[in-house]
């Protein structure tokens, strides 16, 4: 088998491929989403993401109605993290940033979260090396060597990080976080290694509008791919370079 | 020097008493090591004396290459110990690392070893119903399949 005759699906790499055993279910739910739905024997990868893959998240604005936080919640319980009434310092790995046009009155929600940067700013201020970018686009902060000192969070256009403040518990296992450590969208990493979704993503597209469109930017043939060459996409501050891997659709 | 000698008879018979508890405990198990409890399954990823001496490399491979290069090989896998060594307790539920009946902790704590791996890690398996997250059960396969009915309507 090779990656193309998995083309049309947009989140698939070879990884997938080493799985053969797991066997899996296929669900095309809407154009440009596909669900892959393992059964108990689904496992975690065991081959390392490869750099011939970009991951990237198209968003759709006008199916993405204002007052619809299913992203956010489907973070939240994804992750583990909530917000305690304290704006200024909750972590907010995704939040919906209004958008007014002051002339017209006319306004937008946008989910806003960690825009995984090809030439990512947090990376380069990082003193210790724990904010990195894996081989296949995904920026990550390794917590284990995480000092905490946000120089990150200072240096990120997007303010999509935030830093952890006090002790918790009861994390998932699949997603921890700890004080002293600042933290991020992840594009669900833990999720993308075993073949699914991000959280989000899947959300959106079960109950919600069906706005976000995940893939492999280096796949011309994922939905991603399509509909970027297809369509007039927008990304937010591209003058600053970074090149994010987040695109908006009628931003 | 009566109050001393009293002292003295005291603290002797203390010692006497710690002594022959501590001797109870080899009897019964050989040695004054912990004997934490032993993990659901037939064996561990390496035998007892391996892990002993070496579980913590093996984590620190493992972490390096599954957060850095995102090779998830469940063998070695931090969530696994952790499931395979939950310690049920009073109220039937797997203890965190806040209880000493904790399996990481019988050891670590009489060796006098602090880790921070459970200030981000948990601690104990997740709760069944809520592990669904993660793992698409019957509950993700139906929500897929009724979003099909509707697309069909």
Redesign the interface.
């Known amino acids: 088998m090779s990656a193309e005759s998995y083309g049309s699906h947009p989140v698939v790499d070879r990884r997938v491929l080493l799985r053969g055993a797991g066997g899996f ?1 296929v ?1 095309l ?2 154009p440009g989403v596909t ?1 892959y ?2 059964g ?1 024997a ?8 490869s750099s011939k893959v970009r991951w990237a998240l198209l968003i759709d604005l006008s199916k993405c109605p204002a007052g619809c936080d299913l992203c956010v919640t489907a973070c939240r ?2 992750n583990g993290w909530q917000q305690n009434g304290r704006p200024e310092t909750d972590p907010q790995w995704i939040r919906k940033v209004k958008l007014r046009d002051g002339r017209t009155g006319e306004y937008r929600e946008v989910p806003v979260m960690c825009q995984h940067c090809d030439k990512p700013a947090c990376v380069d201020v990082c003193p210790t090396g724990a904010s ?1 970018k ?3 686009g995904i920026v ?1 902060v ?3 060597i995480c000092i905490g000192c946000r120089f990150c969070m200072m240096a990120c256009p997007y303010k999509a990080r935030s830093f952890v403040h006090q ?8 997603a ?4 002293g ?1 600042v933290e991020a969208c992840t594009f669900c ?3 993308l ?2 073949a ?1 979704l991000p ?1 989000c993503v899947e959300a959106c597209a ?1 109950k919600g509008g069906g706005a976000m469109t995940f893939g492999d930017l280096n796949d011309p043939t994922s939905e991603v791919s399509k509909a970027v060459a297809k369509y007039a996409t927008s990304q937010v501050r591209a003058d600053l370079g970074l090149e994010p891997a987040v695109r908006y659709r009628n931003l | 020097m009566r109050r001393r000698a009293a002292i003295a008879l005291g603290l002797f018979m203390g010692v006497a008493v710690l002594a022959a508890a501590g001797m109870r405990a080899s009897a019964e198990s050989g040695t004054l090591a912990p004997q934490p409890p032993k993990g659901r399954g037939e064996h561990c990823v390496a035998d007892t004396d391996f892990m002993r001496r070496n579980h913590m490399k093996m984590l620190l491979g493992h ?1 390096s ?1 599954a ?8 063998q070695y ?1 931090l ?1 696994g110990c ?1 499931d395979c060594h939950a310690v049920a307790g009073a109220d039937g539920r797997p203890v ?1 690392f ?1 209880s000493p009946q904790h399996f990481c902790r019988s050891c670590h704590t009489y060796a006098a070893v602090s880790i921070d791996c459970f ?4 601690s ?3 709760a069944p119903g809520k592990a669904a ?4 059960g019957d509950k ?2 139906a ?2 399949s009724q ?2 009915r509707d ?1 069909g309507q």
């Open positions: 279910l669900t739910l809407a669900l739905a393992f108990a689904g496992h975690a990868s065991e081959a390392p993401a319980d994804e990195f894996r081989a296949d990550l390794d917590k284990h002790p918790l518990t009861d994390q998932k296992p699949w921890p976080r700890g004080k450590t990493v833990h999720r290694d075993s699914r959280a079960v | 972490r290459e957060v850095r290069l995102g090779v998830r090989t469940q896998d969530n952790v965190s806040d200030e981000c890690h948990a104990r398996p997740q997250a993660v793992q698409p993700e396969v929500a897929i979003y099909l697309v």
